[in-house]
């Protein structure tokens, strides 16, 4: 079995299906032009014209990041982005920068702006709950260009799917997942810890200053989970809180709790934050969910 | 990438070479170099009207004059002498019947005149059929060598100019050529036989493997070469291998494979490393027999060829480390015992080593290889069936991270590769701790990034092993 790599592609969606894509141990060939040959064949340029002994480490490895770079250019893959990258190396240094927008409010991370800021009027705005209740579509279409505003969450979800492909997984809003030991500690205390809502605030303002300055580098691994545990441990009191609402009052009391100026985190999200490790939501609760108002639980 | 190249010295054996006094003529003001190359190609053209007694010296004369200016200067004044009308002119001092000391002076002009810019190297055209001529077995061997050069210039310009030179005929005489006995000759006719073959046609490398003696005369370099010739012989056999399945066939059933396996283990020269290398890559991804037949697990060339490989491993070249890596994951596409093998050696701790560590081109053939030693195909559509041992050694070894960058990186093979290597990870790993692991290593933030990625097949991918493997009962006990 001999193939290249987009062909190995294809066989990997047509044998294992699209969406699993298994590990296809097989025999790759490359064309003798592949740019993947492109550093040896500078390296035998080089050193017959007897330049290799002139140029320093320095100025080898520019030489052959240039003529690496000549043949192959890095589109960044975020949708919409189409940001031109001199070679593999800077994309992560883009990611980081440019698809990295971070919610002031609850940390949550974003590939753009304007997915931030949609998700800070769906998520922290009691304005734009206050619209939806009196029936204006304020569900932007998460494409950009698109245009379209519906007027419930579901059907913004639903347009995704019909008009532009989404996957019916997909969750602009993510309930996050507690940990097992929240879960835990949740199950054997079931009353409300609602009496601790001040407290929770106040830790809030704590909380938040924290994970602000968190996600603005990737953080390395014993650091990040240092602040996580840090973390865990003002979150706990607020999460087994949040889980009790979840089950009792379920979204709509969320809603008028929220407003611009508080400090709690949403504990819908979409896309990772930093300083969690799950933003997970276990498919059951996902499907069962009513997103006409706002699934945020304070 | 700038195959050709600048002949600044005599060819070895000729007179010139004992009698040479030049040196470099460097800080040659441009435009007064420009001017006494418009005087020698005006010269050229007076010389060759002369008649009697001094005429055939006085055209050395202005040839070596033209000659001196081409392969003296640091940037030798192409674009002044095929501007001056040299190139007509040289064609007709490559008549035939011509003195070997014309030809030779005349051949070497053009050589240079080739080396230069692409549409330099085109106006060679009207050249070409006499250049080919003058490497036939009649003419001098200088002549022929000094000729192939400027072939050999030609030909790397580009596919174009390729197509034409072998629709002349340049092919079979080129191939005579490199079964010269003067090793300078064999070495640039191979040389420019490399620049001829390199396609992306086939046809050159079909046609050339049937070529009587051209096999053999590998071989034969292979084996007893200097280091020189067997550089440029084993180029021929990279592309021989690369574009021809017919001369693939033919080559891993003779002792080519072996010969270049001893090589690699005994050369430490760079130069020679590289095609022989490469050639061995092409081998084993090229046909199956070389890994099912060849490469038998047991046998002592299986040995050295994984020893070799890993000497490149170890090296400090970094074209070495990526093109080993590469063929050490063709054959870790074997046989279990072929898995076995590799998993076994040195080659394990050095490949995580560089999926840590390396640049990107060479992790991601650090990651096939590893991937590859981790799994057994099934059945068309069933997922493979994981070698746990090795992926438990692998995973606690610490290659996780390595996996997980590919999948934030922007290449989409890379970033596939990442996610099946999870897979694997997930669902092979004992006693369901793979999900675990995976979180740890921020493989789900990792995952995440796809949400909103262009590509479909990527989204839907880390979307289902998201949901298979992140979903309602992880964490529970």
């Known amino acids: 079995m001999q193939q290249r790599p987009e062909d190995a592609m294809e066989e990997v969606e047509a044998a294992a299906g699209p969406e699993l894509g298994f590990w296809l141990a097989a025999r790759r060939r490359l064309a003798p032009d592949d740019p993947f040959f492109a550093a040896g064949d500078l390296e035998r340029e080089l050193l017959a014209k007897h330049l290799a002994l002139d140029l320093s480490e320095d100025d080898r490895n520019q030489l052959e990041k240039m003529e690496v770079a000549s043949t192959c250019t890095v589109f960044c893959p975020i949708a919409g982005c189409g940001a031109h990258l001199g070679c593999l190396e800077d994309f992560e240094d883009h990611y980081v920068t440019r698809h990295s927008a971070s919610c002031s409010v609850c940390s949550r991370v974003y590939p753009t702006s304007r997915l931030l800021s949609i998700h800070v009027s769906e998520a922290h705005d009691s304005y734009f709950q206050a619209k939806v209740a009196r029936g204006f579509p304020m569900y932007e279409c998460l494409v950009e260009g698109c245009g379209v505003k519906l007027k419930s969450y579901k059907s913004r979800q639903q347009h995704l799917i019909d008009k532009h492909q989404f996957p019916k997984s997909f969750e602009f809003f993510k309930k996050a997942r507690p940990s097992q030991r929240q879960r835990q500690k949740s199950q054997r205390r079931p009353t409300a810890h609602k009496g601790e809502e001040a407290r929770d605030n106040s830790m809030d303002v704590d909380g938040k200053g924290t994970r602000q300055t968190n996600w603005k580098y990737r953080p390395k691994q014993h650091d990040h989970k240092e602040s996580k545990e840090n973390e865990r441990q003002h979150q706990e009191a607020k999460e087994n809180e949040m889980e009790v609402e979840q089950k009792i009052d379920e979204l709509t009391s969320a809603v008028s709790k929220l407003s611009t100026a508080d400090s709690t985190p949403a504990n819908v999200t979409f896309g990772h934050r930093r300083s969690r490790g799950l933003t997970f939501v276990p498919r059951s609760i996902r499907q069962n969910k009513q997103p006409a108002s706002q699934p945020e639980a304070k | ?477």
């Not at chain 2, 008649?51 to 081409?70: C, D, N, S, Y």
């Not at chain 2, 036939?136 to 790397?156: F, R």
């Open chain 2, 1 to 477: 990438m700038r195959a050709k190249r600048v002949c600044r010295a005599p060819l070895s054996g000729s007179d010139e070479a004992a009698m040479e006094e030049g040196d470099m003529v460097i800080d040659e003001e441009k435009a007064n170099l420009e001017a006494r190359t418009t005087q020698a190609v005006e010269e050229l053209k007076s010389a060759l009207s002369t008649q009697g007694k001094g005429a055939q010296k006085k055209k050395i004369e202005v040839l070596r004059a033209l000659r001196r200016l081409l392969s003296q200067s640091e940037v030798p004044p192409v674009e002044a002498a095929i501007k001056a009308g040299a190139i007509p002119l040289l064609v007709q001092y490559l008549s035939f019947g011509s003195s070997d000391e014309q030809l030779l002076e005349a051949a070497w002009c053009l050589t240079n005149i080739a080396a230069g810019e692409p549409e330099e190297t085109k106006s060679l055209l009207p050249a070409l059929p006499l250049l080919i001529a003058h490497l036939g077995e009649k003419s001098s061997t200088l002549v022929a060598e000094q000729c192939a050069w400027a072939i050999g210039n030609v030909a790397g310009e580009g596919a174009d100019l390729r197509s034409k030179l072998l629709a002349q005929g340049a092919l079979w005489p080129l191939a005579r050529l490199m079964l010269s006995n003067k090793g300078s000759t064999a070495r640039t006719a191979a040389w420019a036989l490399s620049n001829l073959i390199k396609g992306p046609d086939p046809k050159a490398v079909n046609e050339l493997i049937t070529i009587d003696g051209v096999l053999n005369a590998i071989i034969r370099n292979l084996e007893k070469a200097d280091e020189e010739l067997a550089t440029e012989v084993a180029w021929v056999v990279v592309y021989l291998s690369a574009l021809s399945e017919k001369a693939t066939s033919l080559i891993v059933r003779s002792s080519v494979p072996q010969l270049l396996i001893g090589r690699l283990l005994a050369s430490e020269n760079l130069q020679l490393l590289i095609p022989v290398l490469r050639s061995l890559g092409n081998l084993v991804a090229g046909d199956a027999y070389m890994v099912d037949s060849v490469l038998t697990v047991g046998n002592s060339i299986t040995d050295q060829a994984v020893s070799s490989l890993i000497k490149c491993l170890k090296s400090d070249s970094r074209v070495l480390k990526k093109e080993a890596s590469w063929a050490m994951s063709n054959i870790a596409a074997g046989s279990l015992e072929h898995k076995k093998l590799i998993f076994s050696s040195e080659a394990t701790p050095l490949l995580m080593h560089l999926l840590a560590t390396a640049q990107f081109d060479i992790r991601r053939e650090a990651a096939y290889t590893l991937g590859n030693l981790c799994v057994v195909p099934a059945g068309n559509a069933a997922p493979p069936n994981i070698i746990v041992d090795h992926l438990v050694a692998i995973v606690n070894g610490g290659a996780l991270p390595g996996f997980i960058n590919l999948v934030r990186s922007a290449d989409i093979e890379s970033a596939r590769l990442g996610l099946q290597f999870l897979e694997l990870v997930m669902r092979g790993y004992p006693n369901g701790q793979g999900p675990q692991l995976v979180e740890r290593e921020d493989g789900i933030d990792a995952m995440e990034r796809f949400q909103f990625h262009e590509n479909e097949l990527m989204r839907n991918m880390a979307n289902g092993l998201v949901d298979k493997y992140f979903g309602e009962d992880y964490g529970l006990e």
